[in-house]
């Protein structure tokens, strides 16, 4: 018997595979109608598994578009002199167009530096500071966004009808990689922006008020049913792997998905939501460097 309350809608699951194949397919689609080839070089320091599955992913999605792919592997005890060289040299080649250093980096590579060292208009991670002062200023139609709030926002458009002006969004986490950008994306897309962080005063009761929640922070399972407002897009960036007491490993994000979905509107899964757009506006920056190269602007 369903013993579910018939008040008690289900969220409409946001399909970020779906999304992503279409962004993907569009790129695919633009290289070929524009008789472009995006060069994407991804430097990996050192041999982390999963760091050697992510930069795998990005090179054959890269192909898959019609881009030139290059990896470039360092050992892990490969200097910092010795990345910001081929760095230098990767800014040089006029066959590239968007530069993606892999992280974590080894310890005794300082990140910031190698970051700074792209050429601004290479850099499709969106990390430079250049990129950052860019969308903090609400400039994205010149700069290289990051990718996965990038993506987050496609995602709540989608969601959304588009129809962002005016409604409350809360961020929880405030990393330069995800909370901060899209804090300025939303707030560029005239939405009030709240940030809560590990030393917010009652998270839970600001959550409560987002129209649009997005929980950004590696915490498994944080957002609970009472922390959300019915009818709330809720966005889940978090990738937690969990190990259970028999050693079975499985994936789970910032949001516990099976409640929350009782009580949003809609919902981002993990795997299958975020994750793949990520990937997938890499390939649109790399597109849009190789763009701007061509007309020779920003
Ligand atoms: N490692 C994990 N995610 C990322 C990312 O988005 N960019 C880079 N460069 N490294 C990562």
């Not at 992913?57 to 200097?79: E, H, M, P, T, V």
């Amino acid at each position: 018997m369903n013993t579910a309350p018939l008040s008690s809608p289900e969220a409409v699951v946001i399909d970020g595979k779906a999304a992503a194949a279409a962004i993907v397919n569009d790129v695919r689609e633009a290289v070929e109608r524009e008789g472009i080839v995006p060069g994407l070089a991804v430097v990996l320091v050192g041999a982390d598994p999963a760091s050697m599955v992510y930069v795998r992913n990005k090179g054959n999605r890269a192909k898959a578009c019609g881009f030139l792919s290059r990896q470039i592997d360092l050992a892990a005890d490969a200097s910092e002199s010795e990345l910001l060289r081929v760095v230098g040299e990767l800014n040089a080649d006029l066959a590239i167009h968007g530069i993606l250093v892999q992280f974590p980096l080894p310890r005794h590579i300082d990140p910031q530096r190698v970051i700074e060292a792209i050429d601004p208009v290479k850099d499709v991670d969106g990390f430079h500071y250049e990129n950052v002062g860019r969308v903090a200023v609400g400039a994205t139609g010149t700069a290289l966004v990051p990718c996965t709030p990038l993506g987050v926002m496609r995602l709540i458009g989608q969601a959304s009808g588009g129809k962002l002006a005016g409604k409350h969004a809360v961020v929880i986490g405030r990393s330069n990689i995800v909370g901060k950008p899209l804090a300025n994306l939303l707030l560029q897309e005239s939405c009030t922006v709240t940030v809560v962080h590990s030393r917010t005063v009652d998270s839970e009761a600001l959550c409560r008020q987002a129209d649009i929640l997005i929980a950004a922070v590696g915490v498994p399972n944080l957002v609970k049913a009472s922390w959300v407002k019915p009818g709330a897009v809720v966005i889940d960036v978090g990738i937690n792997r969990l190990v259970d007491a028999k050693g079975n490993a499985s994936l789970v994000g910032d949001v516990a998905f099976v409640e929350v979905s009782a009580v949003a509107s809609a919902i981002t899964p993990v795997p299958g939501g975020v994750g793949p757009m990520t990937i997938a506006m890499l390939m649109q920056n790399t597109l849009d460097a190789a763009r701007r190269a061509q007309r020779h602007d920003r």
